[in-house]
């Protein structure tokens, strides 16, 4: 038996290049090892959503995106989070145990709320709880996180040892595992790349729009004009050049610093390493985005595929906590 692996993501519809390399080619990976649940967390996304009017298109949009990298619906459980409502069923009685206190400090709920205050609601402070439940409900034994995710997931396991502490053994502890998700930083060269913050490269550009985007990059301050030296080390465009160039620190770096590429020159050869990269990837999008119907099938395939064992593991908790 392989080991069971759980992951979500919001539907934020078209996923961009920080997305792909920090943690969709992962996923891709890990199916042939372990036993993959990916789910599109829309019951997630309502917690900062005012406008709900285009998840569906947004979850299209994204699961395109996952088939067209990769991810196998005959390998893996694809589906939407709120196509099996035993989720949140879990996620109340999880919150039943889980104290106040534990929630309230979170960082990132006390982050939200700075930054909606006039919307905190009661889903942003109980986020951990259903982040919770969507691993638990499919007993995965291990998530797939960044550094930066490693405290969430600890409170996912603390929920878990009082579940179990209270009621018996029930639910494997949720392991992280750990992936070097690279960090990719936006075309600001500041922030993480972010579809909110506006920095991002999206996948599925043409590949005339893909150079037109990379041209707005921001490079090394330091060269104002063609024949300064750069600084290849605080370019982001060196670090993009670092994912789909052969060997971007022997050849590249040198011209950088002795000023015999310019930064337009250097973007256009991105831009085209880039296209070069994903052209396999944009041709199989456009192939399945022809058959929309198609991937509510497999959604549709995948809920039910997921709600076998959903129904288990609620069956057994309620049986321990009383309720039957
Ligand atoms: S030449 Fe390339 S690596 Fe050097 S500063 Fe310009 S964009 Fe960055």
Request: proline share 6%.
């Amino acid at each position: 038996m392989k080991k069971r692996i759980f992951s979500g993501a919001r539907p934020t519809g078209r996923l961009h290049l920080g997305n792909y390399l920090g943690a969709l080619q992962n996923w891709v990976r890990l199916q042939d090892e372990y036993d993959c649940v990916y789910c599109v967390v829309d019951i997630h996304a309502l917690t900062t959503l005012t406008d709900t009017g285009a998840i569906q298109q947004n979850i299209q949009d994204m699961v395109l995106d996952w088939l067209a990298a990769g991810l196998d619906p005959k390998k893996s459980i694809l589906f939407v989070q709120s196509h099996v409502p035993e989720v949140t069923e879990l996620s109340t009685l999880l919150g039943m145990i889980t104290p106040l206190g534990w929630l309230l400090r979170v960082p990132t709920f006390k982050e939200k709320a700075r930054l909606q205050s006039q919307n905190v609601n009661y889903g942003l402070v109980g986020y951990p709880v259903l982040m919770t439940a969507d691993i638990v409900l499919y007993k995965a034994e291990a998530v797939p996180v960044g550094e930066d995710q490693v405290p969430h997931l600890e409170l996912a396991r603390e929920i878990v040892r009082r579940f179990n502490g209270l009621f018996g053994d029930t639910f494997p502890e949720p392991q992280a595992k750990l992936t070097n998700f690279p960090l990719v930083v936006g075309l600001d060269g500041k922030e993480k790349m972010s579809k909110q913050l506006g920095n991002h490269i999206e996948l599925a550009l043409t590949a005339e729009e893909t150079p037109a985007k990379i041209m707005t990059a921001v490079t090394d301050p330091a060269r104002r004009y063609r024949n300064d030296p750069g600084h290849p080390e605080v370019c982001n465009i060196f670090r993009l050049h670092r994912y789909f160039s052969a060997r971007p620190e022997d050849e590249l770096s040198q011209k950088c610093r002795t000023a015999q590429i310019g930064c337009v020159e250097c973007k256009r050869v991105l831009a085209e390493e880039i296209n070069a990269a994903l052209r396999p990837f944009r041709e199989r999008r456009a192939q399945l985005a022809e058959h929309p119907q198609e991937i509510r099938d497999l959604l549709v395939d995948g809920a039910d595929r997921a709600r076998v064992i959903a129904r288990e593991t609620i069956k057994e908790v309620k049986q321990k906590m009383g309720l039957a």
